[in-house]
């Protein structure tokens, strides 16, 4: 399986450090960078323009936020939501000061060589399939219930898929194993993704984070 490579970038150099995988840690390297900046030395407040690819802001970054708009009030955070491509260019412009992206060996560009980048955390992709799968109805020697190592894509050629509108990276994957897979509905909402397959329409491979803490 590819692993999805959460990033972080920034274009000042003081930000270079050793960041813990953690969103709310994400958020303490924002404020330590801003605290750092002539801004907070001159007593003004600080600003720091943030952007997050869309399954991140909606699973890692309101906590993450919230936390920090409590650690660290003096600090104003400008959020904004986009997509990989457009987030590395705002802050190659210099409309963003850091950006939480992603990477993967299948498909993400090069980085671009005025971008500082900072690991901050390697996740792999799950595969989801409804209660009722066969998958689902087999149990772990512990006796927990669902597949415990890593699924043979191959074996699901024949399965309804949900995906994202451009997903070329579960699209090589299924490739990689032999099959075009037959994707019967669409969308970049996770959440929708995750109630879709819950709902027994189909299977879906979705990010960590995304199969870890499904929302209310």
């Known amino acids: ?15 270079a450090r050793q ?43 309101p906590t993450a936020l919230a936390a920090l708009a409590t650690s660290h009030p003096e600090v104003t955070v400008f959020f904004e939501q ?44 799950h595969l989801l399939v409804p209660v009722t799968h066969r998958l689902a109805r087999t149990r772990d020697p512990a006796g927990h219930r669902g597949a415990t190592g890593p699924a043979d894509l191959g074996e699901f050629a024949g399965e309804r898929w949900i995906a994202t509108h451009c997903s070329p990276v579960f699209e090589q994957l299924c490739a990689d194993h032999g099959f075009t897979p037959a994707v019967t509905m669409r969308t970049d909402d996770f959440d929708v993704m995750v109630a879709m397959v819950g709902a027994g329409l189909g299977v879906a491979l979705v990010p960590q984070h995304v199969a870890a803490k499904p929302q209310a």
């Open 82 to 125: 986009d997509v990989l491509l457009p987030l590395r260019l705002r802050v190659r412009e210099g409309f963003l000061d850091l950006a939480v992206v992603y990477e993967n060996d299948l498909g993400t560009p090069a980085w671009e060589d005025d971008l500082l980048v900072t690991p901050l955390m390697t996740e792999q992709r």
């Open 19 to 61: 960041v813990s995988r953690t969103a709310l840690q994400v958020l303490t390297l924002l404020a330590d960078l801003e605290r750092e900046s002539e801004a907070l030395s001159a007593g003004r407040r600080g600003q720091v323009r943030l952007g997050v690819f869309p399954s991140a802001a909606r699973r890692l970054m």
């Open 1 to 15: 399986q590819a692993p999805r490579v959460g990033k972080g970038l920034t274009r000042q150099a003081s930000a």
